[in-house]
Protein backbone atom coordinates (compact mmCIF):
# COMPACT_ATOMS: atom_id res chain seq x y z
CA UNK A 1 0.00 0.00 0.00
CA UNK A 2 1.28 3.47 -1.07
CA UNK A 3 1.34 6.87 1.17
CA UNK A 4 0.26 8.37 -2.10
CA UNK A 5 -3.14 7.22 -2.91
CA UNK A 6 -2.88 8.85 -6.54
CA UNK A 7 0.40 7.18 -7.12
CA UNK A 8 -1.26 3.55 -6.47
CA UNK A 9 -4.18 4.42 -8.78
CA UNK A 10 -1.91 5.08 -11.34
CA UNK A 11 0.26 1.60 -10.72
CA UNK A 12 -3.16 -0.44 -11.25
CA UNK A 13 -4.34 1.49 -14.33
CA UNK A 14 -0.96 0.78 -16.03
CA UNK A 15 -0.43 -1.91 -14.46
CA UNK A 16 -4.29 -3.17 -15.88
CA UNK A 17 -3.60 -2.21 -19.54
CA UNK A 18 -0.47 -4.26 -19.70
CA UNK A 19 -2.40 -7.01 -18.62
CA UNK A 20 -5.22 -6.57 -20.83
CA UNK A 21 -3.42 -6.36 -23.94
CA UNK A 22 -1.70 -9.97 -22.67
CA UNK A 23 -2.71 -13.36 -22.27
CA UNK A 24 -2.22 -16.16 -19.79
CA UNK A 25 -1.56 -13.61 -16.90
CA UNK A 26 -0.85 -15.85 -14.19
CA UNK A 27 1.34 -18.27 -16.14
CA UNK A 28 3.40 -15.48 -17.69
CA UNK A 29 3.03 -12.12 -15.42
CA UNK A 30 2.75 -13.33 -11.71
CA UNK A 31 3.60 -10.69 -9.86
CA UNK A 32 1.57 -8.05 -11.93
CA UNK A 33 -1.49 -10.24 -12.15
CA UNK A 34 -1.58 -10.95 -8.21
CA UNK A 35 -1.83 -7.13 -7.56
CA UNK A 36 -3.78 -6.33 -9.99
CA UNK A 37 -6.43 -8.38 -7.89
CA UNK A 38 -6.85 -6.24 -5.87
CA UNK A 39 -8.88 -3.72 -8.52
CA UNK A 40 -11.84 -6.74 -8.69
CA UNK A 41 -13.61 -5.17 -5.53
CA UNK A 42 -14.19 -2.14 -7.82
CA UNK A 43 -17.45 -1.78 -9.77
CA UNK A 44 -16.43 0.28 -12.64
CA UNK A 45 -16.01 -0.56 -16.03
CA UNK A 46 -12.07 -1.03 -16.20
CA UNK A 47 -12.57 -3.62 -13.11
CA UNK A 48 -15.45 -5.30 -14.85
CA UNK A 49 -13.71 -5.26 -17.52
CA UNK A 50 -10.72 -7.24 -15.78
CA UNK A 51 -12.68 -9.97 -14.14
CA UNK A 52 -14.60 -11.10 -18.37
CA UNK A 53 -11.02 -11.13 -19.87
CA UNK A 54 -9.57 -13.52 -15.85
CA UNK A 55 -12.77 -15.70 -16.22
CA UNK A 56 -11.86 -16.49 -19.82
CA UNK A 57 -8.01 -16.84 -19.20
CA UNK A 58 -9.00 -19.36 -16.66
CA UNK A 59 -11.66 -21.17 -18.94
CA UNK A 60 -8.68 -22.49 -21.17
CA UNK A 61 -5.43 -23.26 -19.16
CA UNK A 62 -5.05 -25.30 -16.36
CA UNK A 63 -1.57 -23.62 -15.04
CA UNK A 64 -3.79 -20.14 -15.39
CA UNK A 65 -5.75 -21.70 -12.95
CA UNK A 66 -2.91 -23.26 -10.08
CA UNK A 67 -1.54 -19.71 -10.42
CA UNK A 68 -4.33 -17.87 -9.86
CA UNK A 69 -5.14 -19.88 -6.73
CA UNK A 70 -1.51 -19.76 -5.52
CA UNK A 71 -1.57 -16.01 -6.08
CA UNK A 72 -4.87 -15.64 -3.58
CA UNK A 73 -3.31 -17.59 -0.66
CA UNK A 74 -0.36 -15.39 -0.86
CA UNK A 75 -2.38 -12.55 -1.49
CA UNK A 76 -4.50 -12.59 2.12
CA UNK A 77 -0.74 -12.44 3.66
CA UNK A 78 0.53 -9.54 2.10
CA UNK A 79 -2.90 -8.03 3.22
CA UNK A 80 -2.69 -9.37 6.37
CA UNK A 81 0.29 -7.27 6.85
CA UNK A 82 -1.22 -4.38 5.38
CA UNK A 83 -4.73 -4.01 6.29
CA UNK A 84 -6.70 -5.44 9.39
CA UNK A 85 -8.23 -8.38 9.45
CA UNK A 86 -11.91 -7.36 8.65
CA UNK A 87 -10.95 -5.65 5.53
CA UNK A 88 -9.18 -8.66 4.58
CA UNK A 89 -12.06 -11.01 4.92
CA UNK A 90 -14.38 -8.78 3.31
CA UNK A 91 -11.74 -8.47 -0.04
CA UNK A 92 -11.43 -12.12 0.05
CA UNK A 93 -15.59 -12.53 -0.26
CA UNK A 94 -15.47 -10.31 -2.75
CA UNK A 95 -12.71 -12.62 -4.76
CA UNK A 96 -14.94 -15.37 -3.04
CA UNK A 97 -17.84 -13.91 -4.69
CA UNK A 98 -16.60 -13.76 -8.40
CA UNK A 99 -15.07 -17.41 -8.61
CA UNK A 100 -18.44 -18.43 -7.90
CA UNK A 101 -20.86 -16.45 -10.46
CA UNK A 102 -17.70 -17.41 -12.36
CA UNK A 103 -17.66 -21.49 -12.12
CA UNK A 104 -21.76 -21.39 -11.90
CA UNK A 105 -21.75 -19.77 -15.97
CA UNK A 106 -19.22 -22.26 -16.49
CA UNK A 107 -21.46 -25.46 -15.21
CA UNK A 108 -24.47 -23.94 -16.81
CA UNK A 109 -23.45 -22.70 -20.18
CA UNK A 110 -22.33 -26.68 -21.05
CA UNK A 111 -25.28 -28.14 -19.55
CA UNK A 112 -27.14 -28.14 -22.84
CA UNK A 113 -23.68 -30.01 -24.24
CA UNK A 114 -23.62 -32.24 -21.92
CA UNK A 115 -27.40 -33.87 -22.14
CA UNK A 116 -26.41 -33.76 -26.26
CA UNK A 117 -23.71 -36.66 -25.40
CA UNK A 118 -21.68 -37.45 -28.29
CA UNK A 119 -17.76 -37.07 -28.55
CA UNK A 120 -17.46 -33.83 -27.80
CA UNK A 121 -19.52 -33.90 -24.26
CA UNK A 122 -17.02 -32.26 -22.48
CA UNK A 123 -15.30 -29.29 -23.59
CA UNK A 124 -12.41 -27.65 -22.39
CA UNK A 125 -13.45 -25.17 -20.64
CA UNK A 126 -15.89 -27.55 -18.18
CA UNK A 127 -13.05 -29.50 -17.90
CA UNK A 128 -10.87 -27.02 -16.69
CA UNK A 129 -13.69 -26.24 -14.14
CA UNK A 130 -14.09 -30.04 -13.11
CA UNK A 131 -9.90 -29.86 -12.51
CA UNK A 132 -9.94 -26.53 -10.46
CA UNK A 133 -12.99 -28.03 -8.42
CA UNK A 134 -11.48 -31.22 -7.37
CA UNK A 135 -7.98 -29.42 -7.18
CA UNK A 136 -9.81 -26.96 -4.61
CA UNK A 137 -12.65 -28.66 -2.89
CA UNK A 138 -13.11 -25.50 -0.53
CA UNK A 139 -15.12 -24.12 -3.81
CA UNK A 140 -17.34 -27.18 -2.75
CA UNK A 141 -18.20 -24.88 0.32
CA UNK A 142 -20.11 -22.42 -2.43
CA UNK A 143 -23.81 -24.19 -2.60
CA UNK A 144 -24.16 -22.78 -6.23
CA UNK A 145 -20.53 -24.26 -7.18
CA UNK A 146 -21.49 -27.46 -5.47
CA UNK A 147 -24.87 -27.57 -6.89
CA UNK A 148 -23.33 -26.75 -10.55
CA UNK A 149 -20.58 -29.65 -9.87
CA UNK A 150 -22.54 -32.58 -8.87
CA UNK A 151 -25.31 -31.66 -11.42
CA UNK A 152 -22.53 -31.67 -14.49
CA UNK A 153 -21.22 -34.90 -12.56
CA UNK A 154 -24.04 -36.82 -12.87
CA UNK A 155 -25.10 -36.31 -15.85
CA UNK A 156 -21.78 -37.19 -17.54
CA UNK A 157 -21.48 -40.45 -15.42
CA UNK A 158 -25.16 -41.70 -16.52
CA UNK A 159 -23.77 -41.05 -20.11
CA UNK A 160 -21.17 -43.31 -19.09
CA UNK A 161 -18.58 -40.50 -19.42
CA UNK A 162 -15.14 -41.60 -18.19
CA UNK A 163 -12.56 -39.47 -16.21
CA UNK A 164 -9.12 -39.27 -15.64
CA UNK A 165 -7.88 -39.55 -12.10
CA UNK A 166 -5.21 -37.09 -11.96
CA UNK A 167 -4.62 -33.62 -13.56
CA UNK A 168 -2.01 -33.07 -16.15
CA UNK A 169 0.87 -32.03 -13.75
CA UNK A 170 -0.16 -35.93 -12.53
CA UNK A 171 -0.81 -35.26 -9.04
CA UNK A 172 -4.14 -36.45 -7.14
CA UNK A 173 -7.38 -34.70 -7.02
CA UNK A 174 -7.72 -33.59 -3.09
CA UNK A 175 -11.43 -33.32 -3.52
CA UNK A 176 -11.84 -37.09 -4.36
CA UNK A 177 -11.13 -37.73 -0.81
CA UNK A 178 -14.06 -35.03 0.55
CA UNK A 179 -16.53 -36.49 -1.84
CA UNK A 180 -16.02 -40.42 -0.38
CA UNK A 181 -18.88 -38.95 2.01
CA UNK A 182 -20.81 -37.39 -0.07
CA UNK A 183 -25.12 -37.69 0.12
CA UNK A 184 -24.96 -38.71 -3.61
CA UNK A 185 -24.58 -42.21 -4.11
CA UNK A 186 -23.56 -42.01 -7.61
CA UNK A 187 -21.13 -39.01 -6.94
CA UNK A 188 -19.60 -40.65 -3.81
CA UNK A 189 -19.43 -43.90 -5.93
CA UNK A 190 -17.68 -42.18 -8.46
CA UNK A 191 -15.17 -40.88 -5.94
CA UNK A 192 -14.63 -44.48 -4.21
CA UNK A 193 -13.63 -45.65 -7.58
CA UNK A 194 -11.19 -42.61 -8.51
CA UNK A 195 -9.39 -42.74 -5.03
CA UNK A 196 -8.92 -46.37 -4.94
CA UNK A 197 -7.34 -46.25 -8.87
CA UNK A 198 -5.23 -43.83 -7.60
CA UNK A 199 -3.11 -46.25 -5.58
CA UNK A 200 -1.99 -46.12 -1.71
CA UNK A 201 -0.54 -42.83 0.19
CA UNK A 202 3.18 -43.93 0.99
CA UNK A 203 4.38 -40.75 2.30
CA UNK A 204 3.75 -38.41 5.22
CA UNK A 205 3.76 -35.18 2.73
CA UNK A 206 0.77 -37.37 -0.03
CA UNK A 207 -1.02 -37.61 3.45
CA UNK A 208 -0.75 -33.97 4.51
CA UNK A 209 -1.09 -32.34 1.39
CA UNK A 210 -4.34 -35.03 -0.37
CA UNK A 211 -6.52 -36.69 2.54
CA UNK A 212 -5.75 -34.80 6.07
CA UNK A 213 -7.82 -31.74 4.77
CA UNK A 214 -10.95 -34.25 4.01
CA UNK A 215 -10.42 -36.09 7.24
CA UNK A 216 -10.85 -33.15 9.53
CA UNK A 217 -13.67 -31.85 7.72
CA UNK A 218 -15.07 -35.17 8.65
CA UNK A 219 -14.34 -35.12 11.96
CA UNK A 220 -15.96 -31.84 12.31
CA UNK A 221 -19.40 -33.48 12.10
CA UNK A 222 -18.30 -35.55 15.72
CA UNK A 223 -16.73 -32.56 17.17
CA UNK A 224 -19.42 -30.00 16.82
CA UNK A 225 -22.35 -32.63 17.08
CA UNK A 226 -23.91 -32.33 13.31
CA UNK A 227 -25.57 -35.52 13.57
CA UNK A 228 -27.86 -34.75 16.11
CA UNK A 229 -28.38 -31.00 15.15
CA UNK A 230 -30.56 -29.96 12.46
CA UNK A 231 -29.90 -26.48 11.74
CA UNK A 232 -25.55 -26.05 11.88
CA UNK A 233 -23.28 -29.11 9.74
CA UNK A 234 -19.46 -28.55 8.64
CA UNK A 235 -19.50 -28.29 5.00
CA UNK A 236 -23.57 -28.91 4.86
CA UNK A 237 -23.68 -29.55 1.18
CA UNK A 238 -20.65 -31.79 0.69
CA UNK A 239 -20.32 -34.58 3.69
CA UNK A 240 -23.74 -36.51 4.08
CA UNK A 241 -25.07 -36.63 7.69
CA UNK A 242 -24.88 -39.95 8.03
CA UNK A 243 -22.80 -42.43 10.07
CA UNK A 244 -23.12 -45.37 8.07
CA UNK A 245 -21.95 -43.01 5.57
CA UNK A 246 -19.38 -41.68 7.66
CA UNK A 247 -17.67 -44.90 8.73
CA UNK A 248 -17.86 -46.31 5.60
CA UNK A 249 -15.52 -43.37 4.29
CA UNK A 250 -12.81 -43.79 7.10
CA UNK A 251 -12.79 -47.69 5.98
CA UNK A 252 -11.69 -46.34 2.90
CA UNK A 253 -9.52 -43.74 3.47
CA UNK A 254 -7.90 -46.03 5.91
CA UNK A 255 -7.37 -48.61 3.01
CA UNK A 256 -5.96 -45.95 1.07
CA UNK A 257 -3.27 -44.89 3.24
CA UNK A 258 -0.14 -47.64 3.83
CA UNK A 259 0.15 -48.81 7.41
CA UNK A 260 3.09 -46.27 8.60
CA UNK A 261 1.68 -43.43 7.14
CA UNK A 262 -1.76 -44.71 9.48
CA UNK A 263 0.50 -44.84 12.46
CA UNK A 264 2.73 -41.97 12.11
CA UNK A 265 -0.36 -39.38 10.26
CA UNK A 266 -3.47 -40.07 10.73
CA UNK A 267 -3.27 -41.55 13.93
CA UNK A 268 -1.18 -38.14 15.32
CA UNK A 269 -3.66 -36.26 13.72
CA UNK A 270 -6.30 -38.11 15.24
CA UNK A 271 -4.74 -39.49 18.48
CA UNK A 272 -8.63 -40.66 19.60
CA UNK A 273 -9.82 -42.27 16.75
CA UNK A 274 -9.67 -45.77 18.06
CA UNK A 275 -11.17 -45.03 20.88
CA UNK A 276 -13.79 -42.99 19.40
CA UNK A 277 -14.27 -46.29 17.01
CA UNK A 278 -14.69 -48.73 19.58
CA UNK A 279 -16.99 -46.62 21.23
CA UNK A 280 -19.45 -46.53 18.24
CA UNK A 281 -19.00 -50.06 17.97
CA UNK A 282 -21.97 -51.42 19.75
CA UNK A 283 -24.78 -53.52 19.40
CA UNK A 284 -27.24 -50.74 20.16
CA UNK A 285 -26.67 -49.03 16.67
CA UNK A 286 -28.40 -49.14 13.71
CA UNK A 287 -27.33 -52.47 11.49
CA UNK A 288 -25.95 -50.59 8.77
CA UNK A 289 -23.88 -48.01 11.41
CA UNK A 290 -22.78 -50.89 13.10
CA UNK A 291 -21.43 -52.58 9.98
CA UNK A 292 -19.53 -49.68 8.92
CA UNK A 293 -17.92 -48.82 12.60
CA UNK A 294 -16.72 -53.20 12.68
CA UNK A 295 -15.64 -52.57 9.21
CA UNK A 296 -13.40 -49.62 10.24
CA UNK A 297 -11.99 -51.09 13.53
CA UNK A 298 -11.02 -54.34 11.57
CA UNK A 299 -8.91 -51.97 9.19
CA UNK A 300 -7.27 -50.74 12.05
CA UNK A 301 -6.36 -54.16 13.53
CA UNK A 302 -4.71 -54.75 9.71
CA UNK A 303 -2.66 -51.84 9.70
CA UNK A 304 -2.01 -50.79 13.65
CA UNK A 305 -1.91 -54.44 14.20
CA UNK A 306 -0.30 -54.43 18.12
CA UNK A 307 0.03 -50.66 17.67
CA UNK A 308 -3.63 -50.84 17.86
CA UNK A 309 -3.95 -51.37 21.71
CA UNK A 310 -1.51 -48.61 22.25
CA UNK A 311 -3.47 -46.11 20.77
CA UNK A 312 -6.41 -46.79 23.18
CA UNK A 313 -7.54 -46.87 26.97
CA UNK A 314 -9.51 -49.63 26.40
CA UNK A 315 -8.13 -53.45 27.42
CA UNK A 316 -8.19 -56.63 24.67
CA UNK A 317 -10.68 -58.28 27.01
CA UNK A 318 -13.18 -55.51 27.35
CA UNK A 319 -12.93 -55.05 23.29
CA UNK A 320 -13.29 -58.86 22.68
CA UNK A 321 -16.09 -59.23 25.63
CA UNK A 322 -17.64 -56.31 23.35
CA UNK A 323 -17.59 -58.37 20.33
CA UNK A 324 -19.32 -61.13 21.92
CA UNK A 325 -22.16 -59.37 23.15
CA UNK A 326 -22.59 -58.00 19.25
CA UNK A 327 -22.68 -61.76 18.39
CA UNK A 328 -24.85 -62.95 20.49
CA UNK A 329 -27.00 -59.90 20.41
CA UNK A 330 -27.03 -59.90 16.38
CA UNK A 331 -28.27 -63.64 15.52
CA UNK A 332 -30.42 -63.01 12.95
CA UNK A 333 -28.18 -60.23 11.35
CA UNK A 334 -25.48 -62.71 9.55
CA UNK A 335 -24.10 -59.94 7.59
CA UNK A 336 -22.71 -58.37 10.79
CA UNK A 337 -22.16 -62.36 12.45
CA UNK A 338 -19.45 -62.33 9.60
CA UNK A 339 -17.86 -58.87 10.02
CA UNK A 340 -16.89 -59.68 13.72
CA UNK A 341 -15.86 -63.26 12.98
CA UNK A 342 -14.04 -62.68 10.21
CA UNK A 343 -12.43 -59.55 12.76
CA UNK A 344 -11.79 -61.30 15.76
CA UNK A 345 -8.83 -63.45 14.57
CA UNK A 346 -6.96 -59.92 13.21
CA UNK A 347 -8.39 -58.85 16.95
CA UNK A 348 -6.67 -61.64 19.03
CA UNK A 349 -3.38 -61.96 16.85
CA UNK A 350 -2.47 -58.15 17.24
CA UNK A 351 -2.75 -58.72 21.06
CA UNK A 352 0.51 -61.01 21.64
CA UNK A 353 3.32 -58.39 20.72
CA UNK A 354 1.02 -56.10 22.58
CA UNK A 355 0.96 -58.25 25.96
CA UNK A 356 1.80 -61.87 26.31
CA UNK A 357 -0.57 -62.49 28.83
CA UNK A 358 -3.21 -60.87 27.59
CA UNK A 359 -2.82 -63.04 24.38
CA UNK A 360 -3.87 -66.01 26.23
CA UNK A 361 -6.60 -65.09 28.04
CA UNK A 362 -8.00 -63.56 24.78
CA UNK A 363 -7.06 -66.16 22.79
CA UNK A 364 -8.83 -69.09 25.40
CA UNK A 365 -11.92 -66.49 24.96
CA UNK A 366 -12.16 -66.26 21.59
CA UNK A 367 -11.98 -69.95 20.73
CA UNK A 368 -14.29 -70.93 23.38
CA UNK A 369 -16.82 -68.37 22.41
CA UNK A 370 -16.04 -69.33 18.50
CA UNK A 371 -16.18 -73.36 19.02
CA UNK A 372 -18.63 -73.56 21.82
CA UNK A 373 -22.09 -76.16 21.32
CA UNK A 374 -24.66 -73.25 21.41
CA UNK A 375 -22.86 -71.14 18.72
CA UNK A 376 -21.29 -74.24 16.77
CA UNK A 377 -25.39 -76.25 16.14
CA UNK A 378 -27.64 -75.25 18.78
CA UNK A 379 -30.19 -71.52 18.24
CA UNK A 380 -30.83 -69.99 14.96
CA UNK A 381 -27.58 -69.46 13.79
CA UNK A 382 -27.50 -70.47 9.83
CA UNK A 383 -24.75 -73.42 8.88
CA UNK A 384 -22.35 -70.68 6.71
CA UNK A 385 -22.24 -68.99 9.87
CA UNK A 386 -21.68 -71.88 12.17
CA UNK A 387 -18.77 -73.13 10.00
CA UNK A 388 -17.80 -69.56 9.09
CA UNK A 389 -16.98 -69.55 12.93
CA UNK A 390 -15.18 -72.79 13.16
CA UNK A 391 -12.88 -71.53 10.04
CA UNK A 392 -11.66 -68.55 12.04
CA UNK A 393 -11.00 -70.26 15.24
CA UNK A 394 -8.99 -72.84 13.36
CA UNK A 395 -7.37 -69.62 11.53
CA UNK A 396 -6.48 -68.10 15.01
CA UNK A 397 -5.08 -72.23 15.91
CA UNK A 398 -2.96 -72.40 12.69
CA UNK A 399 -1.53 -68.94 12.65
CA UNK A 400 -0.56 -69.05 16.40
CA UNK A 401 1.33 -72.29 15.54
CA UNK A 402 2.86 -70.51 12.46
CA UNK A 403 4.22 -68.14 14.74
CA UNK A 404 5.59 -69.82 17.58
CA UNK A 405 6.37 -73.34 16.18
CA UNK A 406 4.82 -75.16 18.56
CA UNK A 407 1.29 -76.89 18.72
CA UNK A 408 -0.99 -73.71 20.32
CA UNK A 409 0.70 -71.53 22.90
CA UNK A 410 -1.19 -72.19 25.32
CA UNK A 411 -3.14 -75.61 25.44
CA UNK A 412 -6.51 -75.37 26.91
CA UNK A 413 -8.81 -77.76 28.65
CA UNK A 414 -11.89 -75.52 27.88
CA UNK A 415 -11.78 -75.32 24.31
CA UNK A 416 -10.09 -78.25 22.76
CA UNK A 417 -13.05 -80.59 23.76
CA UNK A 418 -15.22 -78.94 22.12
CA UNK A 419 -12.25 -78.22 18.71
CA UNK A 420 -12.30 -82.23 18.46
CA UNK A 421 -16.18 -82.35 18.85
CA UNK A 422 -16.14 -80.15 15.65
CA UNK A 423 -13.78 -82.13 13.97
CA UNK A 424 -15.63 -85.11 14.54
CA UNK A 425 -18.88 -83.86 13.31
CA UNK A 426 -17.93 -82.99 9.60
CA UNK A 427 -16.39 -79.16 10.55
CA UNK A 428 -12.79 -80.68 8.22
CA UNK A 429 -15.03 -81.45 5.50
CA UNK A 430 -16.87 -78.45 5.30
CA UNK A 431 -13.74 -76.30 5.38
CA UNK A 432 -12.09 -78.47 2.27
CA UNK A 433 -15.49 -77.30 0.12
CA UNK A 434 -15.49 -73.94 1.57
CA UNK A 435 -12.02 -73.14 -0.12
CA UNK A 436 -9.40 -73.67 2.73
CA UNK A 437 -7.22 -76.09 0.17
CA UNK A 438 -3.62 -75.78 0.78
CA UNK A 439 -2.42 -74.18 4.20
CA UNK A 440 0.36 -71.35 3.78
CA UNK A 441 3.04 -74.23 4.98
CA UNK A 442 4.71 -76.34 2.45
CA UNK A 443 1.65 -77.07 0.28
CA UNK A 444 -0.38 -79.26 2.98
CA UNK A 445 -4.29 -79.35 2.58
CA UNK A 446 -5.72 -77.53 5.97
CA UNK A 447 -7.37 -80.72 6.87
CA UNK A 448 -4.51 -82.74 6.71
CA UNK A 449 -2.59 -79.63 9.10
CA UNK A 450 -5.20 -79.22 11.56
CA UNK A 451 -5.81 -83.01 11.58
CA UNK A 452 -2.34 -83.57 12.39
CA UNK A 453 -2.01 -80.11 15.03
CA UNK A 454 -4.94 -82.40 17.02
CA UNK A 455 -2.32 -85.29 16.73
CA UNK A 456 0.50 -83.58 18.19
CA UNK A 457 -1.68 -82.10 20.93
CA UNK A 458 -2.85 -85.95 21.85
CA UNK A 459 0.20 -87.17 21.93
CA UNK A 460 2.76 -83.97 24.11
CA UNK A 461 -0.86 -83.68 26.35
CA UNK A 462 -1.68 -87.03 26.83
CA UNK A 463 -1.12 -86.98 30.65
CA UNK A 464 -2.81 -83.93 31.00
CA UNK A 465 -5.47 -85.11 29.42
CA UNK A 466 -6.40 -87.85 31.46
CA UNK A 467 -6.41 -85.38 34.53
CA UNK A 468 -9.02 -83.60 32.56
CA UNK A 469 -11.36 -85.92 31.50
CA UNK A 470 -10.65 -87.12 35.11
CA UNK A 471 -11.94 -84.05 36.35
CA UNK A 472 -14.85 -83.40 33.79
CA UNK A 473 -16.05 -87.09 35.28
CA UNK A 474 -16.56 -88.46 31.88
CA UNK A 475 -17.00 -92.60 32.17
CA UNK A 476 -17.30 -93.78 28.65
CA UNK A 477 -13.48 -94.01 27.70
CA UNK A 478 -15.25 -96.07 24.65
CA UNK A 479 -17.18 -93.36 23.32
CA UNK A 480 -13.68 -90.99 23.95
CA UNK A 481 -11.90 -93.84 22.12
CA UNK A 482 -13.98 -93.85 19.37
CA UNK A 483 -14.35 -90.64 18.89
CA UNK A 484 -9.84 -90.15 18.66
CA UNK A 485 -10.16 -93.35 15.84
CA UNK A 486 -12.78 -91.88 13.84
CA UNK A 487 -11.25 -88.12 13.65
CA UNK A 488 -7.76 -90.39 11.84
CA UNK A 489 -8.93 -92.83 9.97
CA UNK A 490 -12.00 -90.61 8.28
CA UNK A 491 -8.86 -87.84 8.04
CA UNK A 492 -5.65 -90.00 7.81
CA UNK A 493 -7.32 -92.73 5.87
CA UNK A 494 -5.15 -94.34 7.31
CA UNK A 495 -5.78 -97.63 9.98
CA UNK A 496 -2.29 -97.62 11.85
CA UNK A 497 -2.73 -94.06 12.74
CA UNK A 498 -5.18 -94.76 14.57
CA UNK A 499 -3.47 -97.99 16.86
CA UNK A 500 -0.73 -95.35 17.65
CA UNK A 501 -2.80 -93.37 20.04
CA UNK A 502 -5.79 -96.39 21.07
CA UNK A 503 -4.83 -95.75 24.00
CA UNK A 504 -5.64 -92.14 24.23
CA UNK A 505 -8.54 -91.23 26.13
CA UNK A 506 -10.29 -88.41 24.22
CA UNK A 507 -13.22 -87.15 23.06
CA UNK A 508 -15.32 -84.02 23.30
CA UNK A 509 -17.29 -83.87 26.28
CA UNK A 510 -21.11 -82.84 26.54
CA UNK A 511 -22.19 -78.83 27.09
CA UNK A 512 -23.18 -79.67 30.43
CA UNK A 513 -19.56 -81.15 31.46
CA UNK A 514 -17.22 -78.63 30.08
CA UNK A 515 -19.23 -75.97 30.48
CA UNK A 516 -20.81 -76.75 34.53
CA UNK A 517 -17.48 -78.63 35.62
CA UNK A 518 -14.95 -77.29 37.69
CA UNK A 519 -11.95 -77.84 35.35
CA UNK A 520 -7.83 -77.61 36.40
CA UNK A 521 -4.90 -78.34 33.96
CA UNK A 522 -1.71 -80.27 34.53
CA UNK A 523 1.90 -79.11 33.25
CA UNK A 524 2.59 -82.89 32.63
CA UNK A 525 3.43 -84.20 29.43
CA UNK A 526 4.78 -87.57 27.88
Known amino acids: ?59 TCHRCIHQYHQAKVELRDIFLAEYTEESTDHFFSILSTYDEFRLIEVFASDSERIKSGGDDVVSVKVSLAFLEVLNYPTLLQSEGIHGGFVASLTKLLSQGYEFSNTDTEGKRWPGVFYLLAHPNNAVRFWAQQQAKSLGEITSIEEYNEYLLPALQSWMQLLQFGAFEMEDYAPWPHVI ?77 EDVLESLIQILNHMRAAEEIQKAVLEMIPFAVSSVQL ?28 SDWI ?51 DQSQKRGVSMKEFVVGLFLKVVQVHYKELVEIIHHAHMKNTKELLDCVQSIVAVHRGSRSSTTAYRCSPWCSPSAESWHGSSFSSSSSSS
Open 354 to 381: YDPVAYSRVMDRALLFMLRPSYAGIGDT
Open 240 to 316: ARSKTIFWNAWCLALRLVHADVVDTGIMTSFPDLVDVVISNTTGENERTELLACIRCMTVLFLQLEYRFWVRTTTTP
Open 386 to 436: RQLSGKMALHLIAKDYSVNGRCVIRFHHLWMPVLVQNLNHGLMSSIENGGW
Open 1 to 59: RSDNPDAEQEFYRRASAFLLSRSHWFCKNYEIAMRVLFCFQYQDDLAEKLRATLSAQLS
